[in-house]
């Protein structure tokens, strides 16, 4: 079936990133393809010199712009797109993420690419999600989390696109993904944990659809030989049941370290806002005494009503911090040596949530397999992490 791949032409957006760069390698070094990944300009990070290693050529230009997107698809045969807004405030993360895909999609449709293929997000089917999911679900609730919101309306604009042109398009929606460079969880976990203590909500109980890089890979060059017609929509993920503990408990093994701690869901959010109280007393409590070394400013606040005994009130919260700072929580203080990571909370639900996310259908019509447990998964990203000098060397 690969064949069909064989000496054609690509386009990869985010193809400087995780994904895409590994796309990229297995594009060019496994089936001989021509691939031009999209660059916003010059700066473009490490990930431009894996994906001019792996062979791909650049195109400078934004994905909401509708002339560079027509350049950019000229004799192209199929549209990998992996890129979404991750820059700039929350409007202009949608409109890249968004109105991008629209312009991109819209260029595809035009150009007559054989198959178009989008990387979504299992979030999309929102919050409050059953035991199982599948495609068939209806989303109860979506997540008050703008990535989320985004990523499910840009397959709605590529619903549309195939709507006026007949674009042929599929949409992977992904877990969590890691591997060799993966930033998000990858990257960071290692970081993190060197350094400090991650919470786990609910014991780590939560249930991750992780996948090694290279089973999504698999599914994208499946999906894009899925004959012609409407969009359709697959969940990939790996082939076993994992939690958020086995999950981070494998960067542990890794590091030689444990640094994971439980909290329940009111510890995380409790913790959270005493932190940010925290925080705000300290803003206050600073500008106050730098207020105060500055002259006249006592003369000129005495004058106003209440400030004198407000000033009075908050000096003495402020002496009074490091008490106020106290561990927010029993797993904290059992680690005062070590600072404490704690789940966005806006996040806090998705891992606390055991959905468990089928394949079925990704089996049956794209005939994946994921090859890579969590196990052997992340057996190839300790090799790579010794190699990148991110973890200790084996011991032998």
């Given at each position: 079936?690969?064949?069909?791949?064989?000496?054609?032409?690509?386009?990869?957006?985010?193809?400087?990133?995780?994904?895409?760069?590994?796309?990229?390698?297995?594009?060019?070094?496994?089936?001989?393809?021509?691939?031009?990944?999209?660059?916003?300009?010059?700066?473009?990070?490490?990930?431009?010199?894996?994906?001019?290693?792996?062979?791909?050529?650049?195109?400078?230009?934004?994905?909401?712009?509708?002339?560079?997107?027509?350049?950019?698809?000229?004799?192209?045969?199929?549209?990998?797109?992996?890129?979404?807004?991750?820059?700039?405030?929350?409007?202009?993360?949608?409109?890249?993420?968004?109105?991008?895909?629209?312009?991109?999609?819209?260029?595809?449709?035009?150009?007559?690419?054989?198959?178009?293929?989008?990387?979504?997000?299992?979030?999309?089917?929102?919050?409050?999600?059953?035991?199982?999911?599948?495609e068939n679900y209806a989303v109860r609730r979506m997540w008050k989390w703008p990535y989320a919101i985004d990523k499910r309306d840009a397959e709605q604009v590529i619903a549309e696109e195939h709507g006026r042109s007949g674009l042929a398009a599929t949409t992977l929606r992904l877990g969590v993904i890691y591997g060799p460079y993966g930033p998000a969880f990858t990257l960071y976990p290692l970081a993190l944990l060197?350094?400090?203590?991650?919470?786990?909500?609910?014991?780590?109980?939560?249930?991750?659809?992780?996948?090694?890089?290279?089973?999504?890979?698999?599914?994208?060059?499946?999906?894009?030989?899925?004959?012609?017609?409407?969009?359709?929509?697959?969940?990939?993920?790996?082939?076993?049941?994992?939690?958020?503990?086995?999950?981070?408990?494998?960067?542990?093994?890794?590091?030689?370290?444990?640094?994971?701690?439980?909290?329940?869901?009111?510890?995380?959010?409790?913790?959270?806002?005493?932190?940010?109280?925290?925080?705000?007393?300290?803003?206050?409590?600073?500008?106050?005494?730098?207020?105060?070394?500055?002259?006249?400013?006592?003369?000129?606040?005495?004058?106003?009503?209440?400030?004198?005994?407000?000033?009075?009130?908050?000096?003495?919260?402020?002496?009074?911090?490091?008490?106020?700072?106290?561990?927010?929580?029993?797993?904290?203080?059992?680690?005062?040596?070590?600072?404490?990571?704690?789940?966005?909370?806006?996040?806090?639900?998705?891992?606390?949530?055991?959905?468990?996310?089928?394949?079925?259908?990704?089996?049956?019509?794209?005939?994946?397999?994921?090859?890579?447990?969590?196990?052997?998964?992340?057996?190839?990203?300790?090799?790579?992490?010794?190699?990148?000098?991110?973890?200790?060397?084996?011991?032998?």
């Open positions: 079936m690969t064949d069909a791949l064989q000496g054609r032409t690509a386009l990869v957006t985010g193809g400087t990133g995780f994904i895409g760069g590994r796309l990229i390698e297995i594009l060019v070094g496994q089936y001989g393809m021509k691939v031009r990944t999209l660059v916003r300009g010059t700066s473009t990070g490490s990930g431009a010199y894996r994906a001019a290693a792996a062979g791909a050529s650049f195109v400078t230009g934004a994905l909401t712009d509708q002339a560079a997107m027509r350049t950019a698809l000229e004799g192209v045969d199929y549209v990998f797109h992996c890129a979404f807004g991750s820059h700039g405030d929350l409007a202009e993360q949608r409109r890249v993420t968004v109105e991008g895909t629209r312009t991109l999609a819209a260029a595809a449709g035009e150009a007559g690419v054989r198959h178009f293929v989008n990387l979504g997000t299992i979030v999309s089917f929102g919050a409050d999600t059953p035991a199982e999911v599948d060197k350094t400090s203590r991650l919470a786990l909500i609910d014991g780590g109980r939560g249930v991750c659809a992780a996948a090694y890089v290279d089973d999504v890979i698999q599914a994208i060059l499946l999906a894009a030989q899925r004959p012609a017609g409407p969009p359709e929509t697959f969940i990939i993920k790996g082939p076993d049941r994992v939690t958020w503990r086995q999950f981070y408990e494998s960067y542990e093994a890794m590091l030689g370290v444990e640094r994971l701690v439980e909290m329940s869901r009111a510890e995380m959010r409790g913790a959270k806002g005493k932190l940010m109280r925290a925080a705000m007393r300290a803003v206050v409590g600073e500008g106050l005494a730098a207020l105060k070394a500055s002259p006249g400013f006592k003369r000129a606040a005495g004058a106003l009503p209440l400030v004198r005994p407000a000033y009075g009130m908050i000096s003495k919260r402020r002496a009074g911090s490091a008490t106020d700072a106290a561990p927010a929580s029993a797993a904290e203080a059992r680690a005062p040596d070590l600072p404490v990571e704690l789940i966005p909370p806006m996040m806090i639900d998705y891992y606390a949530s055991t959905t468990e996310y089928r394949i079925d259908r990704a089996r049956a019509v794209l005939g994946y397999a994921p090859v890579y447990d969590l196990a052997s998964g992340m057996a190839l990203t300790a090799q790579w992490a010794r190699w990148a000098n991110l973890v200790p060397p084996e011991k032998v």
